[in-house]
């Protein structure tokens, strides 16, 4: 990647830097949009950005070298003022959310198909896809397994299914679910990749 497409996609990643911090800040003026940016993948936080980057390496795409940023917005009720920010330029919208989150992205104004819904969130779905023994591996090679066995001998976790004993435990330490968002996708094969997550990436990515 050498000259202009080196150019665009380094004005890409300044805009996903800004446009972090200022979704950081209520009541900032909205970050300029380069003329480089084609489209953006509106994610709820930083777990479902690094599944979206390992979900787009895995599908052989660079995102910032097609015009695409992936937006962490610090949670679904920050849709409506990125699409506030982004519509007036004109760049292809798609939201990445749980389920229970559909609601804020409708109400921003992104129809049906341009919002793709985990159930119950993103790391169900990881999780899903990936099953009880490969997650377990993956802990393993990050050095969490043994965390995760006393996890599992807390009385409330003693009956639940491993499943929902991984999914609880990737939420019980800050930074987890980031880590776990890239470890986990990066298990996976492209035709594995949850339905919600792969269809993400590609809408957002299209020509």
């Not at 300029?32 to 390496?57: F, K, M, N, Q, T």
């Not at 920050?78 to 760049?91: D, G, Q």
């Amino acid at each position: 990647m050498t000259g202009p497409m080196l150019d665009g996609a380094a004005a890409v990643a300044r805009f996903e830097r800004a446009a972090a911090a200022w979704s950081e800040r209520a009541g900032a003026v909205p970050v300029p949009v380069p003329p480089e940016l084609a489209g953006a993948l509106l994610v709820e936080g930083a777990s479902d950005r690094a599944a979206c980057r390992e979900a787009s390496r895995l599908l052989g795409v660079d995102p910032p070298a097609a015009g695409v940023a992936i937006l962490p917005m610090g949670g679904a009720m920050s849709v409506r003022r990125f699409v506030r920010m982004l519509r007036p330029a004109h760049v292809r919208l798609h939201g990445l959310c749980d389920v229970g989150e559909a609601g804020f992205f409708e109400r921003a104004g992104l129809d049906e198909a341009s919002v793709s819904v985990c159930r119950p969130d993103l790391e169900g779905e990881l999780l899903r896809a990936l099953g009880a023994e490969r997650a377990e591996a993956a802990l393993a090679r990050e050095g969490d397994l043994g965390l995760f066995r006393t996890f599992q001998r807390q009385p409330a976790q003693r009956e639940r299914p491993v499943l929902a004993q991984l999914h609880r435990f990737l939420g019980t330490t800050s930074g987890r679910k980031e880590q776990y968002g890239r470890v986990l996708t990066e298990e996976l094969g492209p035709s594995e990749l949850p339905a919600p997550l792969r269809e993400a990436v590609e809408s957002v990515l299209r020509a």
